[in-house]
C-alpha cells in the first residue's frame, strides 16, 4: 500500500508543475476530471500491490489502470480544450509509467518526510512567485507574454491536484509511521485504501461537480430566494399601508410661515487668493505617487522571496541531509528493524563506545558491533542498510561458520535489540560472548 500512495504522490506532484505550464501556455482551464482519471488509473494499476489477494489478477488490473489514465484524453475532448491540455496529459502518464516501474524500493518515514515537506515549500514558494509576477506585471514582459488572467486561472487549476497530493502524502506519512510499530499489515493497508478512496473521491466530486452546484445555486437564488424576498417586501408594504390607513387623518393643510428676507443683505466677501496658495500647488504628483507605490511594492516582494528562499533552503539542505545519512539508504530490509551506522574505528568516541560491563542487554549489543568490527576487518562487505539475515548470509561462507550458531547469535541480539518488554539474562550474555569467541576462531 505504501508504494501505491508513493507513487499517487509523485504522480500528483508532477501533474502540478504540468497543470500550471499548459494553462498559462493556453490560456485555458484545466479540467481537474482529467487528472482524476489519471489519478485512480494509478491507484487501480498498483491495487494488487496493496492487495495480495488480487495479485493473480495483476495483468488484469494494469490494463484497466490503463485504460482509466487514458480516459483523461476523452474528457479534455470533451471539455474542448487546447492542444498544450493534451500534452500535458500525456506527459503526466507517462511519468506514471515511470514511476510505478522505479519506486519499488522501500522508504523510511524520516525519508519521505523531508521530501513531503520540501515539496510543500517548493509548491508555495512556486505559487508566491507566480502571484508576484501577476503583481508586478513581470508576466506580460516575458519574451512569450503570459496574461493575468491566464496565471489566475493556472493557479486555481492546480488548487485541486495540490489537495490531491497533500491528502496522499499525509495518508503515506501515517502508514510508513505504522511499520514502525506492530500492527497488522494486511489489516490496516485495507483501511489506508478505504480512506484513499474515501479522500480522492470526496475531492473529486466537490471540483468535478463545483460547476454544477454553482449553477444549482444561482438558479436557487434567482428562482426561490429572490421571489420568496420580493414577497415577503410587497407584504410588509402592504401592511404599512394599512396601518397608515387606520390613523388619524389631517383634512387641513399645515400653515407655513415664510421667514422674511433682510432688506439690506450683507455684501459677501470677495475671495483673494495668494499665487502660493493656489490649490494646483499643493496636488500630489501622480507619477511620484506611483514611484512610491511600485518601491514600496517591490520591498513588500524582496522580503517575502528571501523569507520563502530561506525556507527553501533550510528543507533542501534537510532534504539533502537525509538522503546522504547512510542509515536511510535504499534497501530491501524489514519494515520494523533498525538500521545503525557503522563508524570507523578512528572517529568513534570514548563516550560512544558501547560498553563491555553492565547489563545484559548492553553486553549482547556490544558483542555484536564487535561481530560486525571483526567482519569489516576480515573484508566482508557490510552495507548500511543490511539486515541480521543479510549479514548472516554474507559471514557464513567467509567465515565458514555453523548455521545454527550464527541463527542463534543472530536471535540473541534480535530479543536484546528489539524486545524492550523481554530483559535477556546473563546466562544469555555469557551465550552470546561464547557464540562469539568461536565465530571469530579460523577455520
Known sequence: MNRLLRTAFAVSLAYIFLTLLSVMAAGAGMPFAAFACLYFGVVLFLLPKALPKLDRMGPLFAVLGTLLALLGFAVLKLYRCPIPHYIAHGLGAAAAGIFISTLRHRTTNAAFAAKFRFSIVLILALIASLYAAVLIGFTEDLAVPVRKASVRLAIDSAVPVTIMMLVTGVLLLRGLRALEGTVNEKDFNRRQLRDTLIFASFVSVVFIARPLFLKGVVLFMNGVVHPFWQFVLRMINALMAFIAKLGPKYNEAPHIEITPGPSDPAPLPAASFEPNQEPENYMIDENTELKFYK?????????????????????????????????????????????????????????????????????????????????????????????????????????????????????????????????????????????????????
Open 295 to 443: 518601491l514600496f511594492l517591490y520591498i513588500f516582494l524582496a522580503a517575502a522571496a528571501a523569507v520563502l528562499l530561506f525556507f527553501l533552503i533550510r528543507e533542501l539542505i534537510k532534504l539533502i541531509k537525509r538522503l546522504r545519512r547512510r542509515g536511510i539508504s535504499r534497501g530491501r530490509g524489514y519494515p520494523n528493524e533498525i538500521r545503525e551506522k557503522l563508524d570507523d574505528e578512528e572517529a568513534v568516541q570514548k563516550h560512544e563506545k558501547p560498553k563491555k560491563h553492565g547489563e545484559p542487554r548492553t553486553r549482547i549489543r556490544y558483542l555484536y558491533r564487535e561481530f560486525l568490527r571483526h567482519l569489516r576487518r576480515r573484508k566482508i562487505s557490510i552495507e548500511p542498510y543490511d539486515t541480521c539475515a543479510k549479514i548472516n548470509e554474507r559471514a557464513k561462507p567467509a567465515l565458514h561458520a555453523d548455521e545454527e550458531e550464527l541463527s542463534e547469535f543472530r536471535e540473541l541480539y534480535e530479543n536484546a535489540r528489539y524486545h524492550g518488554n523481554e530483559a535477556p539474562t546473563d546466562e544469555d550474555a555469557a551465550r552470546m560472548k561464547a557464540l562469539y569467541e568461536n565465530l571469530k576462531k579460523p577455520r
